[in-house]
């Protein structure tokens, strides 16, 4: 068994069936369907402050709950590795006119409801750029890994805190914000066909 598992590649896709791998704009659609961008930043955080703190507080969260968004979470990182060499939801505004996109960003700030606070201009402008910086830094098994473990954590009554390290847990929770925002403006912009 330990020769088969070591010849599986390490970026393989596990959550997405056939469908969701050949149209990965009805993953993003159905993330945002669940809830609003906001909502889903206040959930990923619950989830980060029991997976990094451990709150010594009873765990209030249903199970089946926690493992939807664990499964929304994961389908969602597996799109963004599927996604990251695309162009998708990016503004047609060449490269150094700040000015010019800072003001067709708070035009669209003003159209669109929950807007990005954490995206970098060029973020917004192209925000490819999200997926592919978060793959630089971890693989989509690594990815895998620590939700899994933020998972078994969140569930656990007990707190493990030697399972990850608070700083790993802080990068994770930051490149999950980033991709939660970068999908909700390239889902918003496709609906206007940006």
Known sequence: MAKHTNKLPKNRIIYLDTDETTNPASVIHDFFSV???PDHLKTLKKWRNDAAFGHNRSKKRNPANLLYDHQLTMKLVEVAWLLKDKKLGKLPIKEGKDDIAEWYIKRERKK????????????????T????RMFKTHKLADYERILNTWLHDALSTNFMEESLSKREVITIYEHLVKLFEAMWLISERSKIGV
């Open 35 to 37: 809830s609003w961008l």
């Open 129 to 132: 750029l999200v997926l592919k």
């Open 112 to 127: 669109l409801s929950h807007y990005p606070k954490n995206l970098k201009l060029k973020e917004m402008i192209k925000p």
